[in-house]
């Protein structure tokens, strides 16, 4: 059974789970696999929508986690964790319009946005699983 206090390593799969479906996505838009590639897009959605989900669920619960290194690591994950948390609060908005403008076959504005969407939600995957390892691991 999942407790609250999984929900950390749970969110971290979930982000790295988007990342990979964000880069497939990538991928076969590239190759021109339009239906796969909205399968993964939609799953990636899904994900990072169960991803939120978790994320509210243990933070109401715990609260917040404080970073225990000091001197340049401390630095170097406050850079990291400020740009995410900013970039972080525009994905949902971002994602939401991209999703829209695909599932309406407004495909000149879904690409127009999806130049935006995608760069900056793949680093807050990354960078997700990134913070979750020096908050949870790295003086653990």
């Known amino acids: 059974m999942i407790t609250v206090h999984d929900l950390p390593t749970v969110n971290a799969t979930l982000n790295a789970t988007a990342?990979?479906?964000l880069m497939a996505g990538y991928i076969l838009i590239r190759r021109r696999q339009i239906t796969a590639h909205r399968r993964v897009m939609?799953?990636?959605f899904a994900v990072s929508v169960v991803f939120l989900i978790c994320y509210l669920i243990y933070h109401a619960q715990v609260g917040s986690v404080h970073f225990r290194?000091?001197?340049a690591i401390r630095t170097v994950y406050f850079t990291i964790l400020i740009t995410h948390t900013i970039l972080a609060a525009c994905v949902p908005v971002l994602a939401i319009i991209t999703l829209n403008r695909a599932l309406k076959a407004r495909f000149d504005k879904?690409?127009?946005i999806a130049r935006w969407t995608f760069?900056?939600?793949l680093y807050v995957s990354v960078?997700?699983?990134v913070v979750y390892v020096m908050l949870y691991h790295?003086?653990?």
Do not use: E, K, M, S
């Open 127 to 129: 960078t997700g699983v």
């Open 119 to 121: 760069p900056i939600w």
């Open 42 to 44: 939609l799953t990636a």
């Open 19 to 21: 990342a990979v479906l």
């Open 138 to 140: 790295l003086y653990a």
């Open 69 to 71: 290194g000091t001197g």
């Open 110 to 112: 879904h690409r127009q």
